[in-house]
Nanobody
Framework: VQLQASGGGLVQAGNSLRLSCAAS????????VGWFRQAPGKEREYVAAISWGGSTKLYSDSVEGRFTISRDNAKNTVYLQMNSLKPEDTAVYYCALAASIGKITSGPEKWGQGTQVTVSS
């Protein structure tokens, strides 16, 4: 499975962006997917995760209520809708795949290339 994140850009605080994580490979629709981010000088942090069927969605406290994760298995794509963006959301965002949602934070099996999100104040 190959993962490719896209949709990043430069936005002003308070605005929105939608990131996409497109995957190739048959195992995508049976895998959990997570979003992570890494800001300059900081460690990579978990942002959100979604189960293979989309029924379970988890968020970090820092994005709860502002970000929404979703997936379209017919399109092999997971989305991260980011609303009310803040300057502290500035980071490179990565998507990752794991066998189950419980393994997203403990050990994703595959990482995609990141996409830069920059939020200006």
């Amino acid at each position: 499975v190959q993962l490719q994140a896209s949709g990043g850009g430069l936005v002003q605080a308070g605005n929105s962006l939608r990131l996409s994580c497109a995957a190739s490979g048959r195992t995508f629709s049976t895998s959990a997917v997570g979003w992570f981010r890494q800001a300059p000088g900081k460690e990579r942090e978990y942002v959100a995760a979604i189960s293979w069927g989309g029924s379970t969605k988890l968020y970090s406290d820092s994005v709860e209520g502002r970000f929404t994760i979703s997936r379209d298995n017919a399109k092999n794509t997971v989305y991260l809708q980011m609303n009310s963006l803040k300057p502290e959301d500035t980071a490179v965002y990565y998507c990752a795949l794991a066998a189950s949602i419980g393994k997203i934070t403990s050990g994703p099996e595959k990482w995609g290339q990141g996409t830069q999100v920059t939020v200006s104040s």
